[in-house]
């Protein structure tokens, strides 16, 4: 008999037929409204999630057999560690595997947003390019010889770093605390890099810590020449200020994969010129998802075969 393996998401068919060779492959579980799990799935022994997902208290106690939670991306602030780590149950995540894909997107994001691709490309479309005057568009400053500061250090906010070096940007970050491995220079405080920065990307982890730590405060010190781009979780970024800067030039514009409650994006988003938006999709790379789901897959293995894991977190 296969062990039964809930996913609370869906996933693509290739997957679930190669995971089908060697699991019982339940879900995916109604986002809104995940509970009650149904009966069939009571007995699954692995919940495969997302971090910006609720596994909290009640959604164990659904799953009496539950030994395992694998977060399939990078974030796992939806999982209650706490709980978990009090009935003995395993939690792991997709590590480093998708840092090279959404530092890819940042960089886009980044460029979209300081040099108004996406304005140029909704002009042109709309047959108003009609000149060839220089103020067909607005002069953008450019990137070379600019500041770009990173809230969050990890591994994917390293590799931007890198990508950002290639544009001739000088780089920054603040971070929990300073690397002693990276050549970029460290300041104390979110403000002090925002005051700094200017363009300034969000690549912290998703915490309750780091909740609206982007606030009309930061927004302020980075100014009305400077951009905003977030690749991280919504949940870092206070919208409400946010739309403000933006419809008020306190901030030049701002580039958005994420958003606070997805797939919901504020209607002020909407009618802004100066954002950029897409649909949380840095991480949607043949490269990234393939290395995520051989992160996965190697988990659920060592899992169920008693083997070490290959990314299990720390829960205590």
């Known amino acids: 008999m296969k062990p039964a ?16 060779e060697r699991y019982e492959v339940l879900g995916p579980l109604d986002r809104a409204n ?3 799990i149904p009966e069939a799935a009571r007995g699954a022994r692995a919940l495969i999630t997302l971090g910006s997902l609720r596994t909290d208290k009640a959604m164990m106690d659904a799953l009496p057999d539950l030994g395992l939670i694998c977060c399939y991306g ?20 997709a590590g480093d ?8 997107f940042a960089m886009g994001l980044v460029i979209a947003t300081a040099r108004n691709l996406v304005r140029g490309d909704r002009m042109l479309r709309a047959g108003k390019w009609a000149s060839l005057s220089l103020e067909r568009v607005p002069i953008t400053p450019g990137l070379a010889g600019h500041k770009l500061g990173i809230y969050g250090m990890g591994s994917i906010g390293l590799k931007i770093a890198q990508r950002a070096a290639a544009f001739e940007m000088e780089i920054g ?5 300073r690397r002693t491995d990276v050549p970029y220079g460290y300041h104390g405080s979110l403000m002090e890099l925002a005051a700094w920065s ?32 977030n690749i991280s979780r919504g949940i870092a970024v206070d919208e409400l200020a946010l739309c403000e800067a933006l419809e008020t030039n306190r901030i030049a514009g701002a580039g958005l994969d994420v958003y606070q409650n997805e797939p919901h994006v504020p209607e002020r988003f909407m009618a802004l010129e100066n954002v950029v938006l897409t649909p949380h999709m840095s991480a949607l790379s043949r490269t990234a998802q393939s290395a995520q789901q051989k992160v996965l897959i190697d988990n659920l293995d060592g899992f169920f075969s008693g083997r070490p894991l290959s990314s299990e977190m720390p829960l205590a």
């Open 5 to 20: 393996i809930l996913f609370a998401m869906p996933i693509s068919q290739k997957l679930q037929d190669r995971l089908a």
């Open 34 to 36: 995940p509970l009650p």
């Open 74 to 93: 990078t974030g796992f602030e939806g999982v209650d560690r706490a709980e978990a780590a009090s009935r003995g149950i395993k939690m792991t995540h």
């Open 97 to 104: 595997s998708n840092a090279t894909s959404v530092a890819e």
């Open 173 to 177: 970050y603040h971070n929990r605390s």
């Open 198 to 229: 200017d363009v300034l990307v969000v690549a912290v982890r998703a915490s309750a810590e780091n909740r609206h730590a982007i606030n009309a405060e930061v927004l302020d010190a980075l100014g009305p020449n400077g951009f905003m781009v």
